[in-house]
């Protein structure tokens, strides 16, 4: 071989080898590909949770019945008794979630249907056929605010169940007391039918409260279930706080901390002193007869009576009043006659009522009467905040 020729191949081959050097070899773009499939998530399929689940036995009423989808959204739900009965809902803004629109009813068979479209197109549904609680009893509440009523600072808000409750803190859960602006309070069980939630500290004047007794269809306990819903919505009033001082024979009225009249009385005499402490006041009367045999002294006894009153305010269930008392005008101011009432001149007595409401304060101080218990009408404000938070819920 000559050198020229020799050359020339060298030449050819590492041409060669140079295109070879920069050309991609054609199975290098399907691998790239796979790659990027293999690293990109792909679509999964819309995943249904129903509440409760499928074969669900004894599923308290009351209890929410819901959908719930991961990787989708709801397209459709419904409920449909054995009759046939539709029971509708609504799905959340984001579609994720479906709510039943009603409580069910007692010791009823049921059958829950649920669609979803996923992420990845596909549209799924899931069903659960179950059967709601049959209670061995159930029971009503009342609460002693009236809807609309607007109220004194000192309002408790009392519930009182027509049997035995057992599972107190589910009966509280299904207690709602919303107040704005935000309020303090807590629930403080006094029997096993008698809960009461009061605030902190007063009430602030202005205030909005809604009250909700939402116990049907709740387990509370021992086979007993709520049997009707409650509501209420109250407003706070003007504070007016009365005090009234055995010692100086006086009622001071305050509105919104201001004092606006001062006015002579007679308390409870030595033999029948009025207790001592702070009352809300709970209901008003116009043209009232003072018994005593309503709280156990008969009228023939010696200190026994029945009165008619013009104007009258409960403060306690023991019998404790304010009252016009035109009988007793010559004492008022001077000394305590009265069987424990707080006696007021005609005029006076009219001017406090048409003035006051349901849930004002009066203190009564320097009475020479025991203490007045926090169980003695709404006389909630006697328990210190630190003892009242504990609940009693023991068994009563």
Excluded at 123 to 148: K, L, Q, Y
Excluded at 250 to 277: R, Y
Aim: overall charge negative; charged content about 20%.
């Amino acid at each position: 071989m000559s050198r020229r020729l020799g050359v020339r191949l060298s030449l050819l081959l590492a041409g060669g080898l140079l295109v070879a050097g920069c050309t991609s070899s054609p199975s290098e773009p399907a691998a790239e590909e796979q790659e990027q499939r293999e690293t990109t998530p792909q679509p999964e399929p819309a995943s249904l949770v129903l509440e409760p689940a499928e074969g669900a036995d004894s599923f308290a009423p009351g209890k929410p019945v819901t959908v719930t989808v991961r990787n989708g959204e709801i397209t459709e739900a419904k409920i449909t008794s054995a009759d046939g009965t539709l029971v509708e809902g609504e799905v959340s803004e984001d579609g994720t979630t479906w709510k039943a629109g009603e409580k069910l009813g007692y010791g009823k068979t049921y059958t829950l249907t649920a669609s979803a479209v996923g992420a990845d197109g596909a549209s799924v549904t899931e069903s659960s056929t179950f059967t709601t609680a049959t209670p061995d009893r159930t029971v009503n509440v009342s609460i002693n605010v009236r809807d609309g009523e607007t109220v004194g600072v000192g309002m408790p808000v009392i519930f009182r169940f027509s049997g035995d409750i057992s599972d107190k803190e589910a009966a509280e859960q299904a207690l709602r007391i919303t107040a704005e602006p935000e309020t303090e309070g807590a629930f403080h069980w006094f029997s096993d039918q008698w809960v009461t939630w009061r605030p902190k500290d007063y009430w602030k004047s202005g205030t909005t409260v809604s009250v909700r007794a939402g116990i049907y269809g709740i387990d509370l306990g021992g086979g007993t279930f709520g049997r009707e819903d409650k509501a209420v919505d109250m407003t706070i009033g003007d504070k007016l706080v009365a005090v009234a001082d055995g010692g100086s024979h006086q009622l001071t009225v305050s509105i919104n901390d201001k004092q606006v009249k001062k006015m002579p009385i007679s308390m409870g005499k030595p033999s029948s002193p009025t207790p001592a402490g702070t009352y809300t006041v709970m209901s008003e009367h116009n043209g009232y007869t003072m018994d005593s045999s309503t709280y156990g002294v008969p009228v023939e006894d010696s200190a026994g009576y029945r009165l008619w009153v013009k104007y009258a305010v409960r403060m306690s269930n023991s019998g404790i009043f304010y009252h016009s008392a035109p009988w007793s005008v010559g004492d008022q101011g001077n000394r305590n006659v009265s069987h424990g009432c707080i006696n007021l001149a005609t005029q006076n007595a009219a001017w406090l009522m048409e003035k006051s409401r349901r849930g004002d304060i009066v203190e009564v101080r320097n009475s020479g009467g025991q203490e007045l218990e926090p169980t003695d009408g709404w006389s909630v404000w006697q328990m210190p905040w630190d003892e009242w938070k504990t609940g009693g819920k023991k068994s009563n």
